[in-house]
Nanobody, 125 residues
């Protein structure tokens, strides 16, 4: 099994920045890619961004392109989400996710294998 632990959430004003971190533990050799989902109040969970292993690649939801940046350290099994120019509509619980090896790369956008507990991000207007 793989365990994912997020940190870095909080409250910020519109236009501000936050950086989320996620560390994986357990059978980390099973991980191919890591990323982030979010769930706003009353809405379904939605894909935010992901970072694949080899070959490397990054993917973003249209709503965050140009404002959010995903990065990570494969050797340390960590992934980060730098969130800039935050908007009130970015308010949500953010979940770290991971995809196991040998699954299609795009699967992380709809059906990741592992989920963290989530961290709250609140953007005030």
């Amino acid at each position: 099994q793989v365990q994912l632990v997020e940190s870095g959430g909080g409250m910020v004003q519109t236009g501000g920045s936050l950086r989320l971190s996620c560390a994986a533990s357990g059978r980390t050799s099973s991980i191919y890619s890591m990323g982030w989902f979010r769930q706003a109040p009353g809405k379904e969970r939605e894909f935010v961004a992901s970072r694949s292993g080899f070959p490397t690649g990054t993917y973003y939801a249209d709503s965050v392109k140009g404002r959010f940046t995903i990065s990570g350290d494969n050797a340390k099994n960590t992934v980060f989400l730098q969130m800039d120019t935050l908007k009130p509509e970015d308010t949500a619980v953010y979940f770290c996710v991971a995809l196991r090896r040998f699954r299609p790369t795009d699967a992380i956008k709809s059906n990741p294998d592992w989920w963290g507990q989530g961290t709250q991000v609140t953007v005030s207007s």
